[in-house]
Nanobody, 129 residues
């Protein structure tokens, strides 16, 4: 079992930056991937970014590519999501997720919520215009 705790959400203005963090505990997961998804009211859950734990390969959703960077701290079992140039459209609850995803899997697999076994409680990000 893996527990995930997100932090770093809040209220910011358009153009600001924000860094989300997700600390994992419990079962170690050398072959896991960790990702971020978000869900705005009335919308489906959307893939934001993912990182392969073993090799650090990164994957991004189209709506955030170029504005977000995902990274991991292997020693602390923590993943970070740096978000820049935030827009009101980025307003959502951001969820951290972990799952066993082979490092050879394709991008679509990393972007699929169904590939992840564990989820955090979510952290609210609100971007005002």
């Amino acid at each position: 079992q893996v527990q995930l705790v997100e932090s770093g959400g809040g209220l910011v203005q358009a153009g600001d930056s924000l860094r989300l963090s997700c600390a994992a505990s419990g079962r170690t997961f050398g072959s896991y991937a960790m990702g971020w998804f978000r869900q705005a009211p009335g919308k489906e859950r959307e893939f934001v970014a993912a990182i392969s734990w073993t090799f650090g390969s990164t994957y991004y959703g189209a709506s955030v590519k170029g504005r977000c960077t995902i990274s991991r701290d292997v020693a602390r079992y923590t993943v970070h999501l740096q978000m820049n140039s935030l827009k009101p459209g980025d307003t959502a609850v951001y969820y951290c997720a972990a799952g066993y995803i082979s490092s050879t899997a394709n991008t679509a697999t990393f972007a699929s919520a169904n590939a992840y076994n564990y989820w955090g409680q979510g952290t609210q990000v609100t971007v005002s215009s």
